[in-house]
């Protein structure tokens, strides 16, 4: 199987259709038994299997499947594969990640009649970052993929917020690494986050409409459309934030949405930063976390005079920065020590630190959010930094760590 094959007999049927043709293709190449697809949902909490070659029964629930403590789990976090084998003759069970830039999409999972060795190894991790382009290619024109990524029906706010984020919702580079969770309340609060790289900067936005349900979905629209639009058109910082703010006095029937934006020089590092009436970010540091208070501006929507400051921050290598909402500090979020959490997770990707937090907040208000839980967590390596590995964030001149193949990977 070579890639621009793979891609090939996956163009050339239906885009619901596609992820059946390369498990066809892959369980005929190495004559597995069985071959299927997992995606990972909103949250990283559970995978769905969508498609299979094969019957092989994994002793998992049918279709969706809970990550926390299984092999799935692992695989996900590591972004290693596995490879297991139960006893003597028995089926070997492959799961290798599906990824892009750092963003999880889900697993390939197969099983094979004998152990791989290192050329079939490869084969699966090229099959497996391929699928992740082929998911990203075909998710435009069907909602299987959506509906994969749901572990519950969502309400009508949830579904105008869930079409609010960026469509992936991590992202690795080599002068950074960036990831969002978001956990909505039993009442949608209206919070969003928002990423997007150009050719210079990497600019971050997390934003908290006032109120519940699908009011505060609405005003989130509004400004997350005026500062995408303001963006778009080369606006700077300043004027992102004016035009967010005018479009919420225009529209926003006397609502108001908080935030914080943040772009970082992919040239040399500088930072520029405007906090609307946001709660601060937090900085880990050497081990430490501190919070970052810079002066805060009014809400966007305000109907008073006023204006918004760029200012700069301190940001240096090695650094991570951790941009949240209130629904994170609010009611039993109050007993759990945040800036522990933090130190605790430093070793975990952006993606899984993010999502660690957002469990751990929805863990201590059991499972019942009053408001929305938002996180966005970048590591900030520098602009001098070297090349890092797309799909697990590896510096690629450590030659002792591993690819997603599972072996060595030599700088490059």
């Given at each position: 199987?070579?890639?621009?094959?793979?891609?090939?007999?996956?163009?050339?049927?239906?885009?619901?259709?596609?992820?059946?043709?390369?498990?066809?293709?892959?369980?005929?190449?190495?004559?597995?038994?069985?071959?299927?697809?997992?995606?990972?949902?909103?949250?990283?909490?559970?995978?769905?299997?969508?498609?299979?070659?094969?019957?092989?029964?994994?002793?998992e629930p049918a279709q969706r499947i809970t990550l926390?403590?299984?092999?799935?789990?692992?695989?996900?976090?590591?972004?290693?594969?596995?490879?297991?084998?139960?006893?003597?003759?028995?089926?070997?069970?492959?799961?290798?990640?599906?990824?892009?830039?750092?963003?999880?999409?889900?697993?390939?999972?197969?099983?094979?009649?004998?152990?791989?060795?290192?050329?079939?190894?490869?084969?699966?991790?090229?099959?497996?970052?391929?699928?992740?382009?082929?998911?990203?290619?075909?998710?435009?024109?069907?909602?299987?993929?959506?509906?994969?990524?749901?572990?519950?029906?969502?309400?009508?706010?949830?579904?105008?917020?869930?079409?609010?984020?960026?469509?992936?919702?991590?992202?690795?580079?080599?002068?950074?690494?960036?990831?969002?969770?978001?956990?909505?309340?039993?009442?949608?609060?209206?919070?969003?986050?928002?990423?997007?790289?150009?050719?210079?900067?990497?600019?971050?936005?997390?934003?908290?409409?006032?109120?519940?349900?699908?009011?505060?979905?609405?005003?989130?629209?509004?400004?997350?459309?005026?500062?995408?639009?303001?963006?778009?058109?080369?606006?700077?910082?300043?004027?992102?934030?004016?035009?967010?703010?005018?479009?919420?006095?225009?529209?926003?029937?006397?609502?108001?949405?908080?935030?914080?934006?943040?772009?970082?020089?992919?040239?040399?590092?500088?930072?520029?930063?405007?906090?609307?009436?946001?709660?601060?970010?937090?900085?880990?540091?050497?081990?430490?976390?501190?919070?970052?208070?810079?002066?805060?501006?009014?809400?966007?929507?305000?109907?008073?005079?006023?204006?918004?400051?760029?200012?700069?921050?301190?940001?240096?290598?090695?650094?991570?920065?951790?941009?949240?909402?209130?629904?994170?500090?609010?009611?039993?979020?109050?007993?759990?020590?945040?800036?522990?959490?933090?130190?605790?997770?430093?070793?975990?990707?952006?993606?899984?630190?993010?999502?660690?937090?957002?469990?751990?907040?929805?863990?201590?208000?059991?499972?019942?959010?009053?408001?929305?839980?938002?996180?966005?967590?970048?590591?900030?390596?520098?602009?001098?930094?070297?090349?890092?590995?797309?799909?697990?964030?590896?510096?690629?001149?450590?030659?002792?760590?591993p690819s997603r193949t599972g072996r060595t990977t030599?700088?490059?």
């Amino acid at each position: 199987m070579t890639l621009a094959g793979t891609l090939a007999a996956a163009e050339a049927a239906a885009p619901v259709e596609s992820l059946d043709v390369v498990a066809r293709m892959l369980k005929e190449h190495l004559g597995a038994a069985s071959v299927s697809f997992l995606i990972t949902d909103f949250t990283g909490g559970s995978v769905v299997r969508l498609g299979a070659a094969g019957s092989v029964e994994t002793d998992e629930p049918a279709q969706r499947i809970t990550l926390r403590g299984t092999l799935y789990d692992d695989v996900i976090r590591t972004q290693r594969p596995s490879v297991e084998a139960k006893g003597q003759g028995a089926l070997v069970r492959i799961v290798a990640p599906v990824t892009n830039r750092g963003d999880a999409i889900g697993l390939l999972e197969l099983f094979l009649p004998a152990a791989p060795d290192a050329e079939v190894m490869r084969e699966i991790g090229e099959t497996a970052h391929a699928l992740a382009y082929i998911v990203i290619a075909n998710r435009s024109f069907t909602d299987v993929y959506q509906w994969g990524r749901r572990t519950t029906p969502l309400s009508l706010a949830a579904e105008i917020q869930h079409r609010l984020l960026p469509a992936s919702l991590a992202c690795e580079a080599a002068q950074f690494a960036v990831a969002g969770a978001l956990e909505p309340a039993d009442h949608v609060g209206g919070d969003t986050f928002d990423y997007v790289i150009d050719r210079d900067t990497v600019q971050l936005s997390v934003t908290d409409a006032m109120g519940h349900d699908v009011d505060a979905a609405l005003l989130a629209t509004l400004a997350v459309g005026a500062l995408r639009r303001a963006r778009r058109a080369g606006a700077d910082l300043a004027e992102q934030a004016r035009q967010a703010d005018q479009a919420m006095r225009e529209h926003g029937h006397k609502g108001y949405v908080t935030g914080q934006l943040l772009r970082i020089s992919l040239i040399d590092g500088t930072t520029e930063f405007i906090n609307a009436g946001h709660p601060w970010p937090l900085r880990m540091r050497n081990r430490q976390v501190r919070e970052i208070t810079p002066k805060i501006d009014m809400p966007f929507g305000f109907h008073a005079p006023h204006s918004y400051q760029v200012q700069s921050l301190d940001l240096r290598p090695g650094d991570r920065l951790v941009m949240l909402t209130d629904g994170m500090l609010e009611r039993n979020a109050g007993s759990l020590d945040l800036s522990d959490l933090i130190i605790r997770t430093r070793a975990l990707h952006p993606r899984e630190a993010a999502r660690t937090l957002i469990a751990a907040i929805v863990d201590a208000n059991d499972g019942h959010l009053q408001d929305d839980a938002t996180v966005m967590c970048l590591d900030w390596h520098g602009t001098n930094h070297s090349q890092r590995d797309a799909a697990t964030g590896a510096d690629l001149t450590d030659a002792s760590r591993p690819s997603r193949t599972g072996r060595t990977t030599p700088g490059r």
